[in-house]
């Protein structure tokens, strides 16, 4: 997908929170691929945000948009980080398991 080209088509065509036009939004590819791409898109004039989605196949281009309390460096931190795999759970479970650290102390914060 050239995000160049789509950018402004999978766009918002306003802010959703405070109407703003499109010219007012402030777009960031956080990641892109052949057939997936995922915008930061702040409002400067609101300063809202939200995620926007797209992906491309034989049936045509989907697209969600998400609001956020992030800004987009925050988010490009976030979508920079290795997916969680099955080693991670492990050590997860075992740390639990190992009663250094109560789950309701966890869920707390
Ligand atoms: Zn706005």
Do not use: W
């Amino acid at each position: 997908m050239e995000f160049e080209n789509k950018q402004r088509q999978v766009v918002p065509q306003k802010c959703p929170v405070c109407n703003a036009k499109q010219k007012e939004l402030s777009m960031i590819p956080i990641g892109q691929s052949e057939d997936r791409m995922i915008m930061h898109v702040t409002c400067v004039k609101c300063d809202n945000a939200l995620m926007v989605f797209v992906t491309q196949n034989d049936i045509g281009t989907m697209t969600f948009g998400v609001m956020v309390d992030v800004h987009s460096a925050e988010a490009q931190t976030i979508f920079d980080q290795k997916p969680v795999n099955d080693d991670d759970v492990i050590s997860v479970h075992r740390y639990l398991q190992a009663g250094e650290v109560n789950i309701q102390d966890i869920v707390r914060l």
